[in-house]
Every structure is written in C-alpha cells, then in structure tokens.
T-cell receptor, first 111, second 116 residues
Framework: GQQLNQSPQSMFIQEGEDVSMNCTSS?????WLWYKQDPGEGPVLLIA?????ELTSNGRLTAQFGITRKDSFLNISASIPSDVGIYFC???????????FGAGTRLTVKP | DAGVIQSPRHEVTEMGQEVTLRCKPI?????LFWYRQTMMRGLELLIY????????DSGMPEDRFSAKMPNASFSTLKIQPSEPRDSAVYFC??????????????FGPGTRLTVL
C-alpha cells in the first residue's frame, strides 16, 4: 500500500526559529492533512490541502500540496514553546477514502 | 459540545480476555472512525462508519477485532480474545463529512490499552 515518508523524525529548535517538515510518497494522494498531537491527547487537524499546488496558511503555520501530488510540507514560523508536540502528515486517496499517516515529527522548542 | 468522548481512558487486561472500547461522537457528525496508534506502526485507520453503517473495515487487523455502531451516538470496538500485540492507544474520531470525510475531523482523547 501507499507509504508516507515523513522527515525529520525529530527536531530540537530554539524559540523564535522557523521549522520545516515534509512528507513524501511514491503514490499520488488527493488530499494532504497535517495534524498536531499533544501528549495524552488525540491528533488535532491543523491544515487540510485538496489541490495540487495549493498553499494554505493557518496563523504561523503554512502548508503546501506538492505539484506532483506525492509530497507536502509544513512550515511553522517564529516557533513558541506551545508548538511542542508531534506533527503528523496524512494522505488520502480519493477512490476508496484510504488514508495513511506519516510516522510523525517530534518537535521540541527550547525557550 | 464536549467533543468526542472515549471510555475507558486506560485499560489493562490479561491475554485472552475480551476488551470493549467505547466512543461517543460529536452530535451531528455523520462519520465515525476508529484508529490504532503504536510506536512501531504509527497511526492506522481500522474502520469507519457513515450514518452508523460500516463503510471500510479493511484496516481491521483480524477476526478478533469487531466494531459496531448501533446508533448515531455510540460505537464500540471489541477485541476478543485480546493479545499482548494489541497493546496500543485506540482513537475514535468523528466528522460531519460535509467538506470531505477527513476535513474537520475531531479525535477523542484515546484509550490506552495494555494487554499483559
């Protein structure tokens, strides 16, 4: 089945720095989603992307749906301590609503 | 709204026992999903329902797993008999489905299952 490769696995950054993470796949997806998960909680949807080339922002977060439909990135600008958590990408095919998650990027922000 | 409610939050059981996880979706949401999260395999979609009807159960690992949604406000995921490899965090999620079934998807807090 389709596999999503998410990188990096973890990041340690200083407060105020920008962050970038991405997901790639060997298969085409119709939808890309980015989630954040805090410890002991379920994932929370941050951004949903539905069209190739689409660039969407949500506050300090920006995500893009790659033109090839096989990749997506998430940027966080001016990181703050509450950005700490695990960020997941997810890709969905259209035909059968199959959805796959990346392994996650664990973000640590040092004050 | 209280959000998606799951119970119990933690479950510890012995191998061979039956386990039942419960979920109450957000009122008015037509889609309900069950996920499993482990360190090894990450987040996996097990099954989802639309208007109480199971649509895709291809992610259910084996016959020991079963899920039901008897009404719009309640779903169960049952494992019988349970095995240590079933230890994971199980999430329930729901969405209204108006803008694509995964948009506006809300996850519950999860049930951490440990099978000894």
């Amino acid at each position: 089945g389709q596999q999503l490769n998410q990188s990096p696995q973890s990041m340690f950054i200083q407060e105020g720095e920008d962050v970038s993470m991405n997901c790639t796949s060997s298969s085409i997806f119709n939808t890309w989603l980015w989630y954040k998960q805090d410890p002991g909680e379920g994932p929370v949807l941050l951004i949903a992307l539905y069209k190739a080339g689409e660039l969407t922002s949500n506050g300090r977060l920006t995500a893009q749906f790659g033109i090839t439909r096989k990749d997506s990135f998430l940027n966080i600008s001016a990181s703050i301590p509450s950005d700490v958590g695990i960020y997941f990408c997810a890709g969905q095919t259209g035909n059968n609503n199959d959805m796959r998650f990346g392994a996650g990027t664990r973000l640590t922000v040092k004050p | 709204d209280a959000g998606v409610i799951q119970s119990p939050r933690h479950e510890v059981t012995e191998m061979g026992q039956e386990v039942t996880l419960r979920c109450k979706p957000i009122s008015g949401h037509d889609y309900l999903f069950w996920y499993r999260q482990t360190m090894m395999r990450g987040l996996e979609l097990l099954i989802y329902f639309n208007n109480n009807v199971p649509i895709d159960d291809s992610g259910m690992p084996e016959d020991r797993f079963s899920a039901k949604m008897p009404n719009a406000s309640f779903s169960t995921l049952k494992i019988q008999p349970s095995e240590p490899r079933d230890s994971a965090v199980y999430f329930c999620a729901s969405t209204p489905g108006a803008y694509g079934i995964y948009n506006e998807q809300f996850f519950g807090p999860g049930t951490r299952l440990t099978v000894l």
